[in-house]
């Protein structure tokens, strides 16, 4: 099992800057895909970022060039460097790892606890 712990999130104004983190621990191998979501009350929860094992990078359109994306593979840790934030992005932020399974079995998913992200105007 992966288990995994978010920190980073609060309440920051219109313009500024925070940085998300999902440090992992457990069983961290095989790991396929790492990313981020957010959700607001009564959406679903919606990607926003992932990033692969070799390093390749996809985001939500809206958001490139104000998030990025990145890991530490020696913290075992995932970021989401959120910039130039507005009211909109106010979500609770989850991370997740997708851990490929044996022949045969689908992958498995684990999700963080999510992280509260205000901003305000």
């Known amino acids: 099992q992966v288990i995994l712990e978010e920190s980073g999130g609060g309440l920051v104004q219109a313009g500024g800057s925070l940085r998300l983190s999902c440090e992992a621990s457990g069983r961290i191998f095989d790991i396929t895909s790492m990313a981020w979501y957010r959700q607001v009350p009564g959406k679903e929860r919606a990607l926003i970022a992932s990033?692969?094992?070799?390093?390749?990078?996809n985001y939500l359109p809206s958001l490139k060039g104000r998030f990025t994306i990145s890991r530490d593979d020696a913290k075992n840790t995932l970021y989401l460097q959120m910039n130039s934030l507005q009211p909109e992005d106010s979500a609770v932020y989850y991370c997740?790892?997708?851990?490929?399974?044996?022949?045969?079995?689908?992958?498995?998913?684990?999700w963080g606890q999510g992280t509260q992200v205000t901003v305000s105007s």
């Open positions: 990033i692969s094992t070799s390093g390749s990078t």
């Open positions: 997740k790892y997708t851990q490929r399974r044996g022949k045969g079995l689908g992958p498995s998913d684990y």
